[in-house]
């Protein structure tokens, strides 16, 4: 198990929207990435993160430096890996993990 990981992510802040609608919008981005768009674009398209501006990059990052849902979801998946929705306290995320 890594000690230290690289992730991009996008996320869909519950601050600027209805949950609803957020969750509304993260679903039809996982669909719209799952099917083959490219994640960098959709996040500078998108995301609410400060991040998107960079496709989402997080860099690198260790245990205990992330909120503990999305270090769970992103510790969890593999290199090139997609995650499901995460919900946290900003909002919903999709990750991935890049290294």
Do not use: N, W
């Amino acid at each position: 198990m890594p000690d230290q990981i690289r992730a991009s992510h996008i996320l869909v802040s519950t601050d600027t929207r209805s949950k609803e609608d957020a969750k509304a919008e993260i679903e039809a981005l996982h669909k719209k990435i799952s099917a083959g768009a490219d994640f960098a674009d959709a996040a500078r398209e998108v995301s609410d993160c400060p991040s998107g501006s960079g496709g989402g990059d997080l860099g690198h990052f260790g245990r205990g430096m992330m909120v503990p849902e999305f270090e769970q979801a992103a510790f969890d998946l593999e290199v090139g890996g997609l995650s499901d929705i995460v919900e946290t306290d900003f909002g919903y995320h999709l990750i991935l993990r890049t290294e």
